[in-house]
């Protein structure tokens, strides 16, 4: 899921996917900090369990590096700027002063990651109650309410699927179908990459699918490697034998062609590598967004979508919406990294290669079956929820009952927890019972992101502080003669475009915690103009590795540069989603959600 969406995930050397130098792992700094805070731990990375609960800035071990003096006075004034601002706002006698310079406050030190994100959240929840804005009840409630519920469980859920490599084997079988060329092996990674994100994490996603594409891209430069040794003992050894022969020059010609040949093909799998690792970065963010639950801002918009216009919008309604839109996304995205990192002589994988790998996971057993069915079964409470298809929530609301999409998800938790790894009805089975390894246990809670979890708690309190502070009151004002004076075209446009390129600098979640609430406020029927763009706006910044999670993650592979990797093919895909979110919230939204949108008309 995507949440989004931050992170503890080891960039270090000594991850499997780790830096390859100690410059690398410098020019990846900020990105470790952002991946530190926000997101879950790297599956395969080795983190004590203090370490994962806490989630520091840095690891236990490591050494701090002294800050030069000019540094220490940077950090104290942007440490204290945010708190002084916000006592000099009380020589107003209102609320609404206070509070916008609280959210002032919160928003320097997230962008600045002052502190780590998930403990700046937790100011609102000292801040808002002295300041008698809320009741510390309705406060803290903002830290664990539905959809936050829904994000837990679903890193629970994310947690199984890694312990049993079924991402492994799904991405395998997958590449199998779509074939072995280049262009295969590039739409089997973006399928299965936006696939994934659509249920979990994109971050955990990333995790998954980084060491897949390393071994795949390792596979192709090895055969290079073995395809250029012998040329290189030929030109060793064959200069005495051709000057005694007569017609040396041919044959060196010959050799150093064939040697250049090779060399060149080399550049191009490693041209190659570069295009995998942006197809995970850049089809994760994308592929997040097609569910409500895909990504951190999409969550966030569903709250707020509840909390202002009373109930969110049905799980089919927004996957009809959000998945038109990043399938486009994604053919765009596969176009483009077909045409500028792949060639003709590139070399291909096999069948044989790919068939190994999945022999090397063995054979589909029993806990894998029971996740898929799991996760099959999740999916199909969650489409099934509101009408048209069924609506057995709908039909429990009218008996009274409240309903939510966290539901499902927990309940498939607690089975899990419940199923041991072998079957209890087999020949090996005990039945069941409280010994034995369980499919789910305690330990997958390592693996939750708390710091993201905190955060978005963190931006629920806020926007509660902003409605009863009166403050969003004059904010919809400001926006809603905006959105009078520039159109119902070039409104969702400077949205979108504002929100992408800040986001390129601020936590998405974060983000989409602070302006969505806002944008929201405009209007029931204007959603489609200001809050629906914003929020896929947030997970579309694609240009710098401290954007996005999976952007970091691609980054610490080794494999890729800021400039011009990241930051051309991430301007290419920005704009492209700019045009189309401004195009899809404009024209097809009204399609989804008629009730809560303004036509072009």
């Given at each position: 899921?995507?949440?989004?969406?931050?992170?503890?995930?080891?960039?270090?050397?000594?991850?499997?996917?780790?830096?390859?130098?100690?410059?690398?792992?410098?020019?990846?700094?900020?990105?470790?900090?952002?991946?530190?805070?926000?997101?879950?731990?790297?599956?395969?990375?080795?983190?004590?369990?203090?370490?994962?609960?806490?989630?520091?800035?840095?690891?236990?071990?490591?050494?701090?590096?002294?800050?030069?003096?000019?540094s220490q006075w940077v950090y104290c004034g942007f440490l204290l700027a945010g708190?002084?601002?916000?006592?000099?706002?009380?020589?107003?006698?209102?609320?609404?002063?206070?509070?916008?310079?609280?959210?002032?406050?919160?928003?320097?030190?997230?962008?600045?990651?002052?502190?780590?994100?998930?403990?700046?959240?937790?100011?609102?929840?000292?801040?808002?109650?002295?300041?008698?804005?809320?009741?510390?009840?309705?406060?803290?409630?903002?830290?664990?309410?539905?959809?936050i519920m829904l994000f837990v469980q679903s890193f629970l859920l994310a947690s199984?699927?890694?312990?049993?490599?079924?991402?492994?084997?799904?991405?395998?079988?997958?590449?199998?179908?779509?074939?072995?060329?280049?262009?295969?092996?590039?739409?089997?990674?973006?399928?299965?990459?936006?696939?994934?994100?659509?249920?979990?994490?994109?971050?955990?996603?990333?995790?998954?699918?980084?060491?897949?594409?390393?071994?795949?891209?390792?596979?192709?430069?090895?055969?290079?490697?073995?395809?250029?040794?012998?040329?290189?003992?030929?030109?060793?050894?064959?200069?005495?034998?051709?000057?005694?022969?007569?017609?040396?020059?041919?044959?060196?010609?010959?050799?150093?062609?064939?040697?250049?040949?090779?060399?060149?093909?080399?550049?191009?799998?490693?041209?190659?590598?570069?295009?995998?690792?942006?197809?995970?970065?850049?089809?994760?963010?994308?592929?997040?967004?097609?569910?409500?639950?895909?990504?951190?801002?999409?969550?966030?918009?569903?709250?707020?979508?509840?909390?202002?216009?009373?109930?969110?919008?049905?799980?089919?309604?927004?996957?009809?919406?959000?998945?038109?839109?990043?399938?486009?996304?994604?053919?765009?995205?596969?176009?483009?990294?077909?045409?500028?990192?792949?060639?003709?002589?590139?070399?291909?994988?096999?069948?044989?290669?790919?068939?190994?790998?999945?022999?090397?996971?063995?054979?589909?057993?029993?806990?894998?079956?029971?996740?898929?069915?799991?996760?099959?079964?999740?999916?199909?409470?969650?489409?099934?929820?509101?009408?048209?298809?069924?609506?057995?929530?709908?039909?429990?609301?009218?008996?009274?009952?409240?309903?939510?999409?966290?539901?499902?998800?927990?309940?498939?938790?607690?089975?899990?927890?419940?199923?041991?790894?072998?079957?209890?009805?087999?020949?090996?089975?005990?039945?069941?019972?409280?010994?034995?390894?369980?499919?789910?246990?305690?330990?997958?809670?390592?693996?939750?992101?708390?710091?993201?979890?905190?955060?978005?708690?963190?931006?629920?309190?806020?926007?509660?502080?902003?409605?009863?502070?009166?403050?969003?009151?004059?904010?919809?004002?400001?926006?809603?003669?905006?959105?009078?004076?520039?159109?119902?075209?070039?409104?969702?446009?400077?949205?979108?475009?504002?929100?992408?390129?800040?986001?390129?600098?601020?936590?998405?979640?974060?983000?989409?915690?602070?302006?969505?609430?806002?944008?929201?406020?405009?209007?029931?029927?204007?959603?489609?103009?200001?809050?629906?763009?914003?929020?896929?706006?947030?997970?579309?910044?694609?240009?710098?590795?401290?954007?996005?999670?999976?952007?970091?993650?691609?980054?610490?592979?080794?494999?890729?540069?800021?400039?011009?990797?990241?930051?051309?093919?991430?301007?290419?895909?920005?704009?492209?989603?700019?045009?189309?979110?401004?195009?899809?919230?404009?024209?097809?939204?009204?399609?989804?959600?008629?009730?809560?949108?303004?036509?072009?008309?």
């Open positions: 899921m995507g949440t989004d969406e931050g992170k503890s995930v080891e960039l270090a050397a000594g991850s499997p996917y780790g830096l390859a130098n100690r410059k690398d792992k410098l020019r990846a700094e900020s990105a470790y900090d952002r991946i530190d805070i926000e997101h879950e731990n790297e599956p395969e990375a080795s983190t004590s369990q203090d370490d994962t609960f806490l989630l520091p800035h840095k690891r236990r071990g490591e050494e701090e590096e002294a800050r030069p003096r000019g708190p002084a601002v916000f006592g000099l706002s009380f020589i107003s006698r209102g609320k609404e002063l206070p509070t916008a310079a609280l959210v002032l406050w919160v928003a320097l030190w997230w962008v600045t990651e002052i502190l780590p994100l998930g403990l700046t959240a937790f100011v609102p929840a000292v801040v808002l109650p002295l300041m008698g804005v809320c009741k510390a009840t309705e406060v803290t409630a903002c830290y664990m309410n539905p959809t199984c699927v890694h312990k049993y490599n079924l991402h492994k084997r799904v991405a395998l079988n997958v590449m199998l179908i779509t074939g072995t060329k280049p262009g295969g092996i590039l739409l089997g990674s973006i399928m299965i990459t936006a696939t994934l994100s659509m249920w979990m994490s994109n971050t955990s996603t990333s995790a998954m699918m980084v060491p897949l594409v390393m071994s795949l891209y390792e596979t192709l430069i090895k055969r290079e490697k073995d395809e250029e040794a012998p040329l290189e003992r030929s030109g060793e050894n064959g200069g005495a034998t051709n000057s005694a022969i007569g017609n040396g020059d041919e044959r060196r010609g010959s050799e150093v062609s064939s040697s250049e040949d090779v060399g060149r093909r080399r550049k191009d799998a490693e041209k190659f590598g570069k295009g995998l690792m942006l197809s995970v970065a850049y089809s994760a963010s994308i592929g997040g967004t097609a569910t409500p639950i895909g990504t951190g801002p999409n969550l966030v918009l569903m709250q707020t979508w509840e909390n202002t216009f009373g109930e969110s919008p049905g799980f089919l309604s927004w996957l009809g919406f959000g998945f038109t839109y990043a399938a486009l996304m994604l053919a765009v995205l596969w176009t483009y990294l077909y045409f500028f990192f792949t060639t003709k002589e590139l070399p291909r994988a096999t069948d044989t290669q790919l068939r190994s790998m999945l022999r090397d996971l063995g054979p589909y057993s029993f806990p894998e079956k029971v996740v898929t069915s799991s996760i099959l079964i999740v999916m199909f409470l969650w489409m099934t929820r509101k009408k048209p298809l069924w609506g057995w929530g709908d039909a429990l609301k009218a008996g009274g009952a409240s309903v939510h999409d966290y539901m499902p998800v927990m309940a498939a938790a607690i089975l899990l927890s419940v199923v041991p790894e072998t079957n209890p009805f087999g020949r090996k089975g005990k039945g069941l019972g409280r010994k034995g390894k369980k499919i789910l246990d305690m330990s997958a809670f390592r693996d939750v992101s708390w710091g993201v979890v905190f955060l978005l708690g963190g931006g629920f309190a806020l926007s509660l502080g902003i409605e009863r502070s009166g403050l969003m009151e004059n904010i919809t004002s400001a926006l809603e003669f905006l959105k009078a004076h520039v159109g119902k075209f070039v409104f969702p446009l400077l949205i979108a475009s504002s929100v992408t390129f800040a986001t390129e600098f601020v936590s998405n979640v974060a983000m989409s915690t602070i302006i969505l609430p806002v944008l929201a406020n405009i209007g029931a029927e204007t959603a489609n103009l200001g809050l629906i763009p914003a929020a896929l706006a947030c997970s579309c910044a694609f240009m710098l590795p401290s954007a996005t999670p999976p952007n970091a993650l691609a980054y610490g592979s080794g494999l890729l540069s800021v400039y011009p990797d990241m930051v051309w093919s991430g301007l290419v895909m920005n704009v492209t989603g700019i045009t189309l979110i401004t195009f899809w919230s404009v024209f097809v939204a009204p399609i989804f959600f008629p009730e809560n949108s303004t036509g072009p008309g």
